[in-house]
């Protein structure tokens, strides 16, 4: 997720860029810039790092007070945090500048393409290659260039241009990442989110996927990206600007959990083949000759992290056949861990930063291990000193709580599995193909089941005077029972424990007692009956029992007290919706007992010491 601002009338465009961007760095912060059009000449000045070290470098009072610009703050999925690869990106000419927000998937082959033609470039970014494009594709007016652009460009984008040639007029365009239209009175907006013109006007365009707004002081006009008008209704937004920033939302953490479809759709986009067939892992750098050596992988990771390990193991033995260990990183480290040349660490950090996760990182290199990062911060530590990274695209990632990036780690950990199993070939092609469009389709599983929010709410309102919480579940939904505990105690402040379903007797079960919730996950289908059977265990010691199976099981409900029903799909792709509801129902817990759900008590989103 990237921040864009832009602004055309009477204020310098210094003052709303900047300001606008301010309120927008929680989509991305690793760099940001500002470009406008004055005396017939396109001005561009960036800064890698906070929106803080761009201000500063705006010193020259006189800079960037044209009525005419657009900024942008990033979060960066191609091409490290730098100067060279902050937005905005002009063409080799300097007469076009561009802001991006999204991915473009085609821009390898369009940049050769256009490398071919002569063209120069001066980032490792996907969206420069948009800023020659429209040299490219000059009409003489940018309206017409910017359809032309569009016919070219796959992915998800919203783009906001400006050309010297006419320094009255933005043009934005979008297909899947947000962008709104702010109209003013002899001045207009245009931003990646609300936020950052609610200080200008209430009065907003939100441009629809396919749609692009041409933008002026004086008007604004909105077509489909084929050139056709569109009428567009004005909204009216009546948030304040805090809750703004979390998209009308009334916490991140719930902003983040709804955010869960689309970022595992961007954690997808691009790593599986068009066919569907084959994942594609080229970013790794690996040999098949480096792949196929492999004959052991160590997971090391914290917290949710270490959780996400937990299935990326099942998935790594069951696929690629290689043994897994997953390790707590403060424990590992200190553990003298049985390493040989043929081991692949493996760390999963969101932040990227996480102090034994990158202790572990460093040993392990200077072992001369292979070290990979699974990370959601591409300018971080980790990302820098692994020898190959794989991000996880869920933009930035605010509460405290992690939700979002859990999922798109586990959408990592799935395609590093199956791809490891298509090299070493250890997986067939029809199951590989089937696991693929199973994990295609969980985006808008992920949808479906976040309808359950209202009944889990309900629950969490139930049992908010809860003093013990267990989950339990087998195999994958021990994995997840962990995740959900963790979930429930972390925000909640309830003590909650996950258990391994099967080993509730051997103690455990003297703590239920009459009424005491029961969370019990139900996807593995194989483990069914066994997991049946321990539910019966705890209903017979009248605990309260919330059941998670796949919707059409009629069985479930017969032995516990409510369930929830999770979208048909394949039980070894079922944790990536199975944990949405234990998000949801941690965070309802959370609100109902009136604790800060974003900033929870004594804990840091990163733990950058020992
Ligand atoms: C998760 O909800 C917690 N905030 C915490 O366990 C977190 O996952 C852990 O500190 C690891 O953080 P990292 O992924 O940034 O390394």
């Not at 803080?52 to 945090?81: K, M, Q, Y």
């Not at 802001?99 to 998937?105: A, L, M, Q, S, W």
């Not at 004086?218 to 009546?238: I, N, R, S, Y």
């Not at 965070?587 to 950058?608: E, H, I, Q």
């Amino acid at each position: 997720m990237c921040g864009i601002v832009g602004y055309v009338g009477p204020r310098p465009v210094r003052d709303v860029v900047i300001e606008g961007l301010s309120r927008l760095e929680y989509r991305g912060y690793d760099s940001a810039g500002i470009a406008s059009v004055e005396d017939g000449a396109i001005h561009v000045e960036k800064a890698v790092g906070r929106l803080s070290n761009l201000v500063d470098r705006l010193s020259d009072e006189g800079a960037f007070s044209g009525h005419i610009g657009i900024g942008h703050t990033r979060w960066a999925t191609h091409g490290r945090p730098s100067d060279d690869n902050a937005h905005p990106h002009r063409d080799c000419r300097g007469r076009f500048a561009i802001v991006h927000n999204g991915i473009v998937e085609n821009y390898l082959q369009l940049r050769e393409d256009l490398l071919a033609k002569g063209h120069r470039f001066t980032s490792e970014t996907d969206t420069e290659v948009v800023a020659h494009l429209m040299e490219e594709l000059d009409t003489g007016d940018l309206f017409t260039t910017m359809m032309a652009v569009a016919r070219q460009i796959r992915g998800a984008y919203a783009l906001v241009a400006m050309s010297a040639e006419d320094p009255n007029t933005l043009v934005a365009l979008r297909k899947s990442s947000p962008l709104v239209v702010g109209l003013g009175t002899g001045e207009n907006f245009v931003a990646s989110d609300i936020p950052a013109i609610l200080e200008y006007t209430r009065d907003v365009y939100v441009l629809d996927d396919g749609q692009m707004a041409v933008v002026t002081r004086d008007g604004v006009q909105c077509f489909t990206l084929e050139g056709q008008p569109v009428a567009k209704d004005v909204l009216h937004v009546a948030w304040d600007p805090v809750a703004a920033e979390r998209g009308g939302y009334d916490h991140f953490m719930l902003k983040e959990i709804h955010e869960q479809p689309k970022a595992i759709r961007d954690t997808l986009s691009g790593r599986i083949s068009p066919d569907g067939t084959r994942v594609v892992l080229d970013e790794l750098g690996w040999s098949t000759e480096f792949i196929q050596s492999i004959d052991r992988i160590h997971i090391v990771a914290c917290g949710t992290s270490w959780h996400a390990g937990l299935v990326g193991k099942a998935v790594m033995e069951r696929f690629a056949q290689i043994p897994v260990n997953v390790e707590v990183a403060s424990e590992y480290r200190y553990s003298h861990p049985l390493q040989t040349d043929h081991t692949l660490v493996v760390v999963i950090t969101q932040s990227g930063e996480t102090a034994d996760t990158l202790a572990a990182l460093r040993d392990s290199k200077a072992r001369g291990r292979r070290v990979l990062a699974i990370t959601n911060v591409i300018g971080s530590s980790a990302a820098r000193e692994a020898d190959a990274v794989l991000l996880t695209l869920a933009g930035p990632e605010i509460a405290v709580a992690s939700t979002k990036a859990y999922t798109t780690q586990l959408v990592a950990l799935y395609l590093l599995g199956l791809y490891l199993a298509q090299v070493r070939g250890t997986v067939d092609d029809q199951t590989l193909q089937e696991v693929l469009s199973a994990l295609v389709s969980l985006p808008q599983a992920a949808e479906q089941v976040l309808d359950a929010a209202p009944r889990i709410e309900q629950f969490a309102l139930d049992y908010q005077d809860a003093r013990d919480c267990f989950f339990i579940g087998r195999g994958l939904d021990y994995a997840l029972s962990l995740e959900g505990a963790l979930k429930l105690k972390e925000i909640s402040y309830i003590h909650a424990e996950a258990y391994a379903a099967g080993e509730l007797k051997h103690g455990t079960l003297a703590l239920i007692t009459e009424g005491v919730p029961v969370i019990a996950l139900a996807t593995q289908t194989h483990l069914y009956e066994k997991t049946l059977s321990n539910i019966k265990e705890v209903k017979a010691r009248d605990a309260f029992v919330l059941g998670l199976t796949f919707a059409g099981d009629d069985e479930l409900q017969k032995s516990v007290d409510e369930v929830i029903y999770l979208p048909q799909t394949m039980p070894v792709v079922a944790p990536i919706v199975t944990v949405i509801p234990l998000q949801l129902l941690a965070y309802y817990a959370a609100v109902v007992r009136g604790n800060d759900v974003d900033k929870p008590r004594n804990l840091a989103k990163s733990v950058t010491v020992e």
